[in-house]
C-alpha cells in the first residue's frame, strides 16, 4: 500500500473527499483510492474534518442555531422518529455528531439566565451518558459518540492509545536494532521541557545523513500539518539537538524536507532499516 503519496494523489484525494458526505467517507475513498491503505485514509479524512469544524463550529454552534437544532430534536421526539435522531440532525448540519451531541446537551442543561453549564458537568456527561437526566438525549449522544472517529471521549481516547502504541514500536524496533536511546520521559526527568520522543544517546546515520532524534506521529503528514509541527515542535528540537528524524506512520505527502529552510529533519513513513551506528563507523 503507497504510504508516500505524490502532491497530485494527495489533491485528487480532498477534491474526491470534498464532494462526499460527511460520514461514511473512507469506505467510498477506498473504491476511488485502492492503492492508499485504510489507515491513511482515516487519517486523511480525520485531519479534514478537524480542519473544516475549526473554520466552522463558531458559526454552527451560535446560540440561534443550538435552539433551532434543539427544537428540532425536541419535536422529534414528540414525534416518536426512531433513534438516530442526533445523528440525522449532523448530517444535515455539518457538524461532527460528538460535537452536534455536546451543544445538545449544553442547551438542556442551559441555566436560567441562558448561560452555558460548567464544562466540568458537560464533560462528566460525554464520559458517561447514563448521566444525563434525559433518556432521549443520553441514548441519542451514546450513539453520536460511537458514530464519531475525530471527536469525543471515545475518539479522544482512540486516538491517545493509538498515537502511544506507535511510540512504544518505535522504542521496540530500536532495541531490535540495538540503538541506545532516551525516550521523553528520561528526558522530562533530565529538566528538559520540549522533548522529542527518542534522544539517540549514540547518533545514527540514515542515507548518509546524521540524526540525533526522532519524534513519532502516528498521523499522514501533509503540508499543514508538517508546518505547524515544524514551529510547534520540530524546530525546537533542532535547535537543542541538531538534525533528526520524524516519522509518520501514516504516510505523508511527497516534498515535506523542501520546506524545512536549511535545517535538517528527515521524513519517513517507517523506521528505516538501513541506519548505521556511528559507534561502527568509529
Known amino acids: 500500500m503507497a504510504c508516500v503519496l505524490s502532491q497530485a ?5 480532498l477534491d474526491s473527499l470534498y464532494k462526499l458526505p460527511f460520514r461514511n467517507r473512507v469506505q ?3 473504491k476511488l483510492f485502492p492503492q492508499i491503505s485504510v ?26 442555531t443550538v435552539e433551532v437544532m434543539y427544537k428540532k430534536f425536541s419535536n422529534s421526539i414528540l414525534l416518536s422518529e426512531e433513534p438516530g435522531i442526533l445523528l440525522r440532525l449532523s448530517d444535515e448540519t ?5 460535537l452536534l451531541a455536546r451543544s445538545m446537551i449544553e442547551r438542556h442543561y442551559q441555566k436560567d439566565d441562558k448561560s452555558k453549564p460548567a464544562k466540568l458537568l458537560v464533560s462528566t456527561l460525554m464520559k458517561n451518558t447514563a448521566l444525563i437526566d434525559d433518556r432521549d438525549l443520553a441514548f441519542e449522544t451514546y450513539l453520536c459518540l460511537l458514530e464519531d472517529d475525530e471527536y469525543g471521549p471515545i475518539a479522544e481516547a482512540t486516538k491517545q492509545s ?3 502504541e506507535y511510540e512504544i514500536r518505535l522504542r521496540m524496533e530500536l532495541e531490535r536494532y540495538k540503538v541506545t ?16 520522543d527518542v534522544k539517540l544517546e549514540i547518533p545514527v546515520a540514515i542515507d548518509g545523513q546524521v540524526i ?3 519524534e513519532s506521529k502516528a498521523l499522514f503528514g501533509d503540508e499543514e500539518a508538517h508546518r505547524g509541527y515544524l514551529k510547534d515542535q520540530l524546530y525546537s528540537y533542532w535547535n537543542r539537538f541538531g538534525p533528526g528524524l520524524v516519522i509518520y506512520w501514516f504516510g505523508y505527502v511527497e516534498g515535506l524536507e523542501k520546506i524545512h529552510q536549511n535545517r535538517t529533519i528527515l521524513v519517513r513513513d517507517a523506521l528505516p532499516t538501513n541506519m548505521i551506528l556511528m559507534e561502527q563507523i568509529l
Open 94 to 98: 455539518g457538524l461532527t455528531p460528538a
Open 181 to 196: 536511546f532516551l525516550h521523553e520521559e528520561h528526558l522530562r526527568m533530565k529538566g528538559y521541557d520540549k522533548t522529542p
Open 162 to 164: 493509538i498515537g502511544y
Open 212 to 214: 540525533n532524534w526522532i
Open 28 to 30: 467510498t475513498l477506498r
Open 39 to 64: 489507515d491513511t485514509l482515516k487519517c486523511i479524512v480525520a485531519q479534514e474534518c478537524q480542519r473544516r469544524m475549526r473554520g466552522s463550529h463558531g458559526k454552527l454552534t451560535t446560540s440561534e
Open 9 to 13: 494523489t494527495y489533491s485528487s484525494l
